[in-house]
């Protein structure tokens, strides 16, 4: 796993220079996690834990978070913290404590303390890092700055100081880094403004660090130093790389873009970080992969995941302190796509989508890809790729041949650089009306009636076909297709209901890529059954031309109707008395009486016990009132009775 040191702003402000960068779009797939500090004290990523640990000098804490930047775990009151780096094998965290001259070890799994190093030095250690088995800082005294080692395994003379071989000395601290690449490597750079002691690359393999390359006039007032893996060169503030080789340090080249402090992956990737934003480089690469925005209120320090796959940045906030946040996809830039297109148009006019293509570094020649998915082509239909302009900009003309909901998805490839990204945008295109109707619309039928209910469609596209569905009144019998199929060269479609409940017929055209979907209904009526039987008459004979049921003044006629059943129904009775040459309603005439779940009701009717008289009776089904509405009003026949001696 890579150890490293953080720059710190002091350090940078020597340093003249500036880098432009263009505007980008937010950090990608970029969690914001709990895990805050108010002033950063150093960043590590473990990859044998996948933890992300920082330690923070004003709470005199160290937070650990998880890949995704959410604070896991914590540990308070360990001294104002300014580095930390990692065992080689993760297993154990290193923190430096300037205020109380210690270094600090601790169990990386569960923060608990193994052990306080002393440092008799007058200033540090500030920076840490592990190479050869040991944990090496820097520090300062009034001989000038110094390389000190840690072996955890040394005991009670675990520190020993004044490590920079042959009486090597420096003015101020030192910033070290290491390499897992290189496990016994140690490189440093001297962070005083005098030149003395410059920087250089140590063999720590031994019991004594061993001069590699020195250099004591390339750099002055260091922020930052890195290996870089892969090659035999030095990296100091992110910038400037120098090669060593035969005990010395020679100019390799700069980065033009990007701030003074970052970090290096194992792999080689660089990340270059200033207050707003994150440059990654690809190794050997002079231009930059991809530039991240992430934040506008300062960045307080960067570190790789060991594998490469994640970028941690701790992000300033509005107010005070830092958010660990991880960059999910580091290397690859995030372009912003934006499509425009007209909310409305016409079928089989031509139409304009415009949008704007927007990332770090654009190829020249950058093609988008285009699909329009519409009633014609539900599967999607490729259209020519579109390239875009210098400026980002682009647009593409088209005529949709269908109409309705037209989306056009503008797509951009991505490549090892750019990620891929698409975009959609719809368009509501006319479609043109066409006739649909339906027969016997409010016509009353017999119960039981077979009924022809045609639907006539007009002129369409492509589609000829209609359904035809049924939906009886009440709520017992749910809306069925009766018929689905094409229209005849007449565009008619026929299709038979069985007529024993009023019932709603709806004709539906689901429409085709020129016309749109059509719905109508005819509401078909349909009477109950009804019938009624008189009984305890002792004949039937006329009066004039009606024939009459007669009963003996005495006797109390039955009257037994049967009615098509439905929950709650009740039949209604109506009784009129013949007087003075007309039929006349009689009092609290008609009644209602409750059907049994055989549809049957018998009512007796009370005798006058008077003869010759006249009356009438009918049994009726009354749409409402009777205690439903699923049929329609069905009157039944009067049944005349005459009461005699």
Do not use: C
């Not at 009486?167 to 496990?183: A, E, I, N, R």
């Not at 410059?198 to 390339?218: F, I, Y």
């Not at 570190?303 to 107010?319: E, I, M, N, Q």
């Not at 039987?533 to 037994?560: E, R």
């Amino acid at each position: 796993m890579r150890t490293r040191s953080v720059a710190t702003a002091t350090a940078l402000a020597v340093l003249a220079g500036s880098a432009v960068l263009m505007a980008v779009p937010a950090v990608p797939a970029a969690a914001a996690g709990t895990a805050v500090v108010i002033t950063p004290g150093g960043i590590v990523a473990d990859g044998a834990l996948h933890r992300v640990f920082a330690g923070d000098q004003a709470r005199g804490r160290i937070v650990a978070g998880d890949y995704s930047g959410a604070l896991v775990d914590s540990v308070d009151g360990v001294g104002a913290v300014v580095d930390l780096t990692l065992s080689a094998d993760g297993a154990t965290l290193y923190a430096a404590l300037p205020d109380s001259h210690q270094i600090l070890a601790l169990d990386a799994a569960t923060l608990d303390i193994e052990a306080r190093y002393d440092v008799a030095a007058a200033e540090g250690p500030r920076h840490l890092a592990f190479a050869g088995g040991r944990v090496w800082f820097g520090y300062d005294d009034p001989q000038g700055g110094g390389l000190g080692s840690v072996d955890p395994a040394g005991g009670t003379d675990a520190v020993t100081l004044g490590q920079l071989p042959g009486g090597l000395g420096t003015f101020g601290d030192l910033v070290l880094d290491s390499d897992p690449g290189k496990p016994d490597t140690l490189a440093f750079a001297a962070t005083g403004l005098d030149a003395s002691g410059g920087m250089g690359v140590l063999d720590v393999s031994g019991t004594s660090p061993r001069l590699v390359a020195h250099d004591n006039s390339q750099v002055s007032g260091a922020g930052d130093v890195d290996l870089v893996p892969g090659a035999p060169e030095v990296l100091i503030n992110m910038m400037n790389r120098y090669a060593y080789a035969d005990g010395k340090l020679s100019d390799a080249g700069s980065y033009a873009y990007g701030g003074w402090s970052g970090d290096v992956s194992p792999s080689g990737l660089l990340a270059k970080s200033d207050d707003s934003y994150v440059t990654v480089y690809r190794p050997g690469a002079d231009t930059p992969t991809v530039s991240h925005r992430v934040s506008y209120n300062g960045l307080g320090g960067t570190t790789w995941a060991p594998d490469s796959s994640r970028l941690f940045v701790l992000k300033g906030t509005d107010g005070d302190g830092y958010f660990l946040t991880a960059i999910t996809d580091p290397v690859r830039n995030v372009p912003a796509l934006k499509v425009y297109a007209p909310s409305t148009a016409t079928r089989a006019h031509q139409l304009t989508v415009n949008g704007e293509l927007r990332m770090s570094w654009m190829p020249t020649d950058t093609k988008l890809q285009v699909t329009r998915t519409d009633l014609e082509s539900p599967s999607g239909k490729t259209l020519p790729d579109v390239t875009v302009n210098p400026d980002g900009t682009f647009s593409f003309s088209d005529t949709p041949p269908a109409g309705g909901t037209v989306t056009y998805k503008v797509s951009y490839a991505g490549d090892a650089d750019r990620s891929a990204v698409s975009v959609s945008a719809k368009v509501a295109v006319s479609l043109a009306s066409t006739s649909l109707s339906l027969n016997n619309d409010g016509k009353v039928y017999a119960y039981g009636t077979d009924v022809s209910f045609t639907a006539h469609l007009g002129t369409t596209y492509k589609n000829r076909t209609v359904e035809i569905w049924a939906n009886p009144y009440g709520g017992d019998k749910p809306n069925k297709l009766v018929k689905t199929g094409t229209v005849n060269s007449g565009g008619n479609i026929s299709a038979t209901i069985d007529m024993t409940r009023d019932t709603a017929v709806t004709a539906v055209f689901k429409g085709d890529a020129r016309f749109k979907a059509r719905t109508v209904t005819s509401t078909g009526y349909a009477q109950v059954k009804n019938s009624t039987v008189v009984s305890k008459h002792y004949k039937t004979a006329k009066i004039g031309s009606t024939s009459y049921y007669w009963f003996h003044k005495s006797t109390d006629p039955l009257l037994t109707t049967t009615m098509t059943y439905y929950p709650g129904r009740m039949q209604q009775v109506a009784l009129q008395v013949y007087r003075a040459g007309a039929w006349r309603t009689a009092d609290n005439s008609p009644q209602y009486f409750k059907l049994g779940t055989n549809g049957r009701s018998a009512v007796t009717l009370k005798s006058p016990g008077t003869s010759g008289v006249k009356v009438r009776i009918r049994s009726s089904y009354i749409n409402e009132h009777s205690g439903d509405t699923v049929n329609s009003t069905t009157y039944g026949s009067w049944k005349y009775l005459y009461f005699s001696n």
